[in-house]
C-alpha cells in the first residue's frame, strides 16, 4: 500500500476526488427516494396521465398528459410499423428522445445533460435513476398502445459499485423470441437524443457509447 501511494500521487488525487464526489452523491436528500422511484416504475401510465422522474433519484415528479397530436409524434417513430425485434428495438430508441422532447417542454427538462458528475444539481436535471424509471414509463405507454410488439419490459438493472465503474441504473426489455435481455439507456446523452439500446451482458460489463459525453 505505501508503495501504491508513493509511486503514483496523481492516482491518489484521482480516487480522493472520486470518492468525495461519491460521497457528496451519497449525502444528498436526491439520491434516492425509494418510494417515488416505486411509484414511478409501479404505476399504469396512460395518455391522460403518468409520473416522471426528475431532481436526482426522483427528488421531483411532475405528472405529464399528452395531447393526441403529441402522441402521433410517437407514433409516426414506429410508422411503417417495424417487421422485427431488431427494427423496434430502432423505434423504441428514437421514440424515447422524442417522448423525453415533449416531456423536457412541460416540466423544464429539456436542458437535462448527459452523465452525472459534472452536471449534478443544475436544474432540470436527471440521473441515471430518473432515466431508467422514466425510460421504463415510456415504454410501458408504448406498450399498452399497440406500438411496441416485439418485447416486453423489464425491471430496471443495475451495474457497479467500483467493479465496473460506478453504480448505474438502465431500463431493459426482453425480446420474446430470443429471449435475449437488452439494456434501454438514455443516461448516456442529452435529453431528447436517442436512447442507446445494447446487449444487457454487454451493458453490465461497463460498457459505455465512445462518443458519449457522460461522467
Given at each position: 500500500m505505501r508503495r501504491w501511494f508513493s509511486d503514483s500521487g496523481?492516482?491518489?488525487?484521482?480516487?480522493a476526488s472520486a470518492l468525495a464526489a461519491f460521497c457528496l452523491l451519497l449525502s444528498s436528500p436526491a439520491?434516492?427516494?425509494?418510494?417515488?422511484l416505486t411509484q414511478v416504475l409501479q404505476q399504469k401510465p396512460t395518455l391522460e396521465g403518468f409520473d416522471m422522474c426528475y431532481?436526482?433519484?426522483c427528488a421531483a415528479m411532475a405528472r405529464i398528459t399528452?395531447?393526441?397530436?403529441?402522441?402521433?409524434?410517437v407514433v409516426q417513430v414506429f410508422t411503417p410499423t417495424p417487421e422485427n425485434a431488431a427494427a423496434e428495438r430502432v423505434a423504441i430508441s428514437h421514440a424515447l428522445g422524442e417522448m423525453e422532447k415533449m416531456v423536457g417542454a412541460k416540466t423544464g427538462t429539456s436542458a437535462d445533460k448527459a452523465g452525472t458528475f459534472g452536471v449534478w444539481g443544475k436544474p432540470g436535471q436527471l440521473d441515471c435513476n430518473d432515466e431508467a424509471a422514466n425510460s421504463t414509463a415510456y415504454m410501458k405507454l408504448m406498450l399498452k398502445e399497440g406500438l411496441i410488439r416485439f418485447h416486453d419490459i423489464l425491471d430496471t438493472k443495475r451495474r457497479g459499485f467500483f467493479l465496473n465503474g460506478w453504480p448505474h441504473t438502465t431500463a431493459a426489455i426482453l425480446d420474446r423470441a430470443s429471449g435475449e435481455r437488452f439494456a434501454v439507456d438514455s443516461w448516456f446523452y442529452d435529453n431528447g437524443q436517442p436512447a442507446?439500446?445494447?446487449?444487457?451482458?454487454?451493458?453490465k460489463s461497463g460498457w459505455k457509447p465512445e462518443n458519449s459525453p457522460a461522467r
Open positions: 496523481a492516482s491518489v488525487a484521482r480516487f439520491w434516492a427516494d425509494s418510494a417515488a431532481g436526482g433519484g399528452l395531447s393526441a397530436e403529441e402522441w402521433q409524434r442507446v439500446i445494447v446487449p444487457l451482458e454487454q451493458w
